[in-house]
């Protein structure tokens, strides 16, 4: 694989719909294709395709690694570190051994599950 991979929306789009007719309808599969073609038509009709070939190739890199800000005991040592002021949207953060994302949502930071490469069965985080 290239070291900087294009991103074809085009040729992408035409291989997903190729494979969305081999899948009935409504099924799990036709649904997932149908999402990732929408997340793709979203990405590129908000001018954000730069964006994501950049996210793209990190995540490809061998050496790219998900940095984990802070680790709590609990969800409510979290929660209160969030109220600090300290915590930063898109920040990763470990509860328990899970895998949090702080999230800005109108008016106040938030924490979503956003699961570790180690809880998935890879090793792409830093400690």
């Given at each position: 694989?290239?070291?900087?991979?294009e991103?074809?929306?085009?040729?992408?789009l035409?291989?997903?719909?190729?494979?969305?007719?081999?899948e009935t309808?409504?099924?799990?599969?036709?649904k997932?294709f149908?999402?990732?073609?929408?997340?793709?038509?979203?990405?590129?009709?908000?001018?954000?395709?730069?964006?994501?070939?950049?996210?793209?190739?990190?995540?490809l890199?061998p050496n790219?690694?998900?940095?984990?800000?802070?680790?709590?005991?609990?969800?409510?040592?979290?929660?209160?570190?969030?109220?600090?002021?300290?915590?930063?949207?898109?920040?990763q953060i470990?509860?328990?051994?899970?895998?949090?994302?702080?999230?800005?949502?109108?008016?106040?930071?938030?924490?979503?599950?956003n699961?570790?490469?180690?809880?998935?069965?890879?090793d792409?985080?830093?400690?």
């Amino acid at each position: 694989m290239s070291k900087h991979p294009e991103i074809n929306v085009e040729d992408i789009l035409e291989v997903l719909g190729t494979a969305m007719q081999r899948e009935t309808e409504g099924s799990r599969e036709w649904k997932a294709f149908e999402t990732a073609v929408f997340c793709l038509l979203y990405v590129q009709q908000t001018d954000k395709l730069e964006d994501f070939e950049h996210y793209y190739r990190e995540r490809l890199d061998p050496n790219f690694k998900i940095k984990v800000e802070r680790d709590f005991a609990t969800r409510d040592e979290a929660e209160a570190w969030l109220k600090t002021g300290e915590a930063l949207h898109r920040m990763q953060i470990r509860i328990d051994g899970k895998g949090f994302l702080v999230v800005q949502l109108p008016g106040r930071l938030t924490l979503m599950n956003n699961p570790l490469p180690e809880e998935l069965g890879t090793d792409d985080s830093e400690d």
